[in-house]
């Protein structure tokens, strides 16, 4: 079956300006995560959707950021007010439910900041 | 809190020589830990998965990974490495909620 998509798979912008992401999970995976993986922080997680639950927003970098997720299935990740600092690549990745669960990595959005 | 450490930025071996990446975590529980490698330009693929049981785990494309309580590491291996193989490998502990908790990587260079 299809694995983890995301789109767009590279998005140039100003600074200034803001930027939607977006990532389609693996068909029946209630879990949903976002990680950004940059030079100078290596990868690091974002925000981690599970069913209906309140998602964990621990990682998200700053205000700017926000996440939602529709119908328990596709997510957007926004960034408002991009800063040059948010050209990352943003990974999602999803997995079946529970702790112990692998996640799928998708092949990431890269993110330029002019 | 969590944290992974992989003390090996860089590591070069020839082509059929074997293969160790270092790993050590800290966590207070018992730790899910995984091995993801990412090749140039793609997203991360898992190698292998340890959650409980046996702690000699065995992964895809001939990789290997001992979990060692004692010294809460879980490192890598591959007996013969193929040119294949070079990317960047990513030790990762599975901490609450979930989320995972990456070590900062280590590149593998190999040489024929």
């Known amino acids: 079956g299809a694995g983890v998509s995301q789109s767009p798979s590279n998005k140039v912008t100003e600074k200034g300006k803001d930027v939607e992401l977006r990532c389609d999970p693996i068909s029946g995976h209630t879990a949903l995560y976002w990680y950004r993986q940059s030079l100078g922080q290596g990868l690091e997680f974002l925000i981690y959707f599970q069913g209906n639950s309140a998602p964990d927003k621990s990682g998200l970098p700053s205000d700017r950021f926000s996440a939602e997720r529709t119908g328990g299935s596709v997510s957007t990740l926004t960034i408002q007010r991009t800063q040059q600092e948010d050209s990352a690549v943003y990974l999602c990745?999803?997995?079946?439910?529970?702790?112990?669960?692998?996640?799928?990595f998708g092949p990431g959005t890269r993110l330029t900041v002019l | 809190a969590q944290s992974v450490t992989q003390p090996d930025i860089h590591i070069t071996v020839s082509e059929g020589a074997s293969l160790e990446l270092r790993c050590n975590y800290s966590?207070?529980?018992?730790?899910?830990l995984f091995w993801y490698v990412q090749s140039p330009g793609q997203g991360l693929q898992l190698l292998l998965k340890y959650f409980s049981g046996d702690t000699l785990v065995q992964g895809i494309k001939g990789f290997e990974a001992e979990f060692k309580r004692s010294q809460s590491s879980f490192n890598l291996r591959k007996p013969s490495v193929h040119w294949s193989d070079a990317a960047e490998y990513f030790c990762?502990?599975?901490?609450?909620?979930?989320?995972?908790?990456f070590g900062a990587g280590t590149i593998l260079r190999v040489k024929s």
């Open positions: 990762a502990v599975g901490a609450r909620g979930n989320k995972l908790v």
């Open positions: 966590y207070g529980a018992t730790p899910y």
């Open positions: 990745a999803s997995s079946l439910a529970g702790q112990a669960d692998t996640q799928y």
